[in-house]
């Protein structure tokens, strides 16, 4: 699937998005997976997501496994305080066919493309001056009442950061519970699950969020978003003078397929 035509989507963001409240690690010594989250534990969970914000940014790879034989991976680096970011985006797939790559950079509500076939001659045919990257609103929905996978992805990296601590309690009335520690890019992670099955990985020693993986509405696999390298980025977006605006131009936009 080529990122410029990935597949439509059923997306509830509010209720996706809401899962993204927060994790922690333990300290008693006789408990099961399974068991229900400590009092200090929600309260690690409530600040993870600010702690993210607080640290300013940090790098990210995002893997969504949408169909068999073929994987949508996002790699990049985030900048949790502006909620801008850029990423290479790649399709890859096990049948033997070339990688689909883009040239990805997003806020909170636009989204730039770069690298995309065809987007040369069609500013030429146009009559329009060159442009490496062509920008749109990200899509939270479209006709058909859905949004593309790239546009629900790019939607979910800025949101693994808050301005401000969630309520503790609300990680025990969402039923988080504990379930052991494993390593997490080198380093040791608690592992906590929410009662609609959403695992999120954090770090024993800084309680930094190093991984997060949810199963999309109605669909059949998980994301996995992982974190590292926290830390203040500075993401300096495509210029205009480099870029065509689908809004002012959306027959380039359709005929290239973004």
């Known amino acids: 699937m080529p990122l410029r035509r990935p597949p439509l989507l059923v997306l509830s963001l509010m209720v996706l998005l ?3 409240a927060g994790c922690g690690s333990a300290t008693a010594t006789d408990r099961s997976p399974g068991d229900p989250v400590s009092d200090a534990e929600a309260d690690v969970l409530a600040g993870l997501l600010h702690r993210d914000f607080t640290t300013g940014g940090a790098d990210f790879v995002v893997a969504a496994p949408y169909a068999e034989g073929a994987v949508l991976t996002l790699t990049g680096e985030v900048d949790f305080v502006h909620g801008t970011a850029r990423a290479q985006g790649v399709t890859s797939y096990a049948d033997g066919r070339p990688d689909d ?3 990805l950079f997003f806020t909170t509500s636009d989204l730039w493309f770069g690298d995309v076939p065809g987007l040369s001659a ?3 045919g146009a009559g329009l001056p060159g442009a490496a990257y062509v920008r749109r609103p990200i899509a939270t929905t479209g006709a058909t009442g859905s949004a593309s996978l790239i546009d629900v992805l790019v939607q ?6 808050a301005r401000a601590d969630d309520d503790p309690r609300s990680f025990v ?11 997490v890019n ?6 906590f699950r929410s009662g609609t099955g959403t695992t999120i990985a954090v770090a024993a020693d800084s309680k930094m969020l ?5 199963r999309l509405p109605d669909q059949n696999f998980d994301v996995t978003i992982t974190l590292s390298n926290h830390g203040p980025r500075e993401i300096a977006l495509p210029g205009d003078a480099e870029t065509v605006n689908a809004a002012d131009h959306p027959d380039i936009a359709a005929t290239v397929g973004v």
């Open 18 to 20: 809401a899962l993204l």
């Open 101 to 103: 790559t883009r040239t």
């Open 122 to 124: 069609a500013l030429t």
């Open 156 to 161: 979910l990296v800025p949101r693994l950061s």
């Open 173 to 183: 009335e969402r039923h988080y519970t504990w379930q052991g520690t494993r390593s």
């Open 186 to 191: 080198g380093a040791l992670a608690s592992l």
């Open 210 to 214: 190093l991984q997060y993986v949810t």
